[in-house]
């Protein structure tokens, strides 16, 4: 069967929110699951994405960003989201919090970018979609690997048309210590754990 590359109904795209989360710039960033068998693939327009997570320590808290993602979603089903397939890369080194000093050590001592250097998610599954007054609204379920240590995962995605794209925002606590990471301390300050991860992407049909 062979996979079509045009215009998709909301409900399709919807699928393509499940976030989250290296970056290099060919294509495809990942690969899909070989069953998949998609109909549609659509991938992640980083022009038009972000991700970035919440810090919170006491007296101090800060935040990370990048927009170095990549994406490849397949899409099964034109009327449904359900039976979609994705997987997500984000660039770790890339994320910054707008401090040089903590950027370095939150890549070097925690993240470990140089051993580590993409955070992924995979999609397993996608559940209770329902339509809202201005898209869909969907639970996503899957694998969140960080520090090659990967965790099951669940978080609900929004989705709404933005331009040839559809616009995917959401947000998940993430628990560091449950990926091995160290817990960033920086002289008295020690962040909280979890830490909240927000992504704002949007993916358009492949050309």
């Known amino acids: 069967m062979s996979v079509r590359r045009g215009p998709c109904t909301l409900a399709w795209c919807a699928a393509a929110g499940l976030l989250v989360l290296g970056w290099a710039q060919s294509a495809p960033a990942c690969e899909l699951p070989p069953a998949s068998n998609p109909r549609l693939l659509l991938r ?3 022009s038009r994405s972000a991700v970035a997570f919440d810090a919170k320590a006491f007296l101090h808290s800060f935040t990370g960003r990048t927009s170095r993602i990549r994406g490849t979603v397949g899409l099964a089903d034109p009327e449904s989201p359900d039976g979609a397939a994705a ?3 984000i660039d770790a080194a890339s994320l910054e919090t707008g401090n040089g000093t903590r950027d370095a ?5 925690h993240l470990e970018t140089h051993r580590f ?9 996608v559940e209770r979609a329902r339509r809202t007054a201005d898209g869909w609204e969907f639970l996503a379920r899957g694998a969140l690997t960080l520090r090659d240590v990967a965790r099951q995962t669940q978080f609900v995605v929004r989705a709404r048309r933005d331009g040839n794209g559809v616009r995917l925002t959401g947000e998940v606590p993430v628990k560091m ?8 301390k920086f002289l008295f300050l020690t962040v909280e754990d979890p830490v909240l991860v927000r992504f704002d992407v949007t993916a358009i049909p492949l050309p």
Not at 117 to 125: G, R
Not at 177 to 184: E, L, M
């Open 44 to 46: 992640v327009d980083d």
């Open 87 to 89: 997987c997500f890369r």
């Open 105 to 109: 050590i939150m890549r070097d001592e």
């Open 117 to 125: 250097p993409s955070i992924a998610f995979d999609l397993t599954q």
């Open 177 to 184: 210590t449950d990926h091995g990471v160290p817990v960033p």
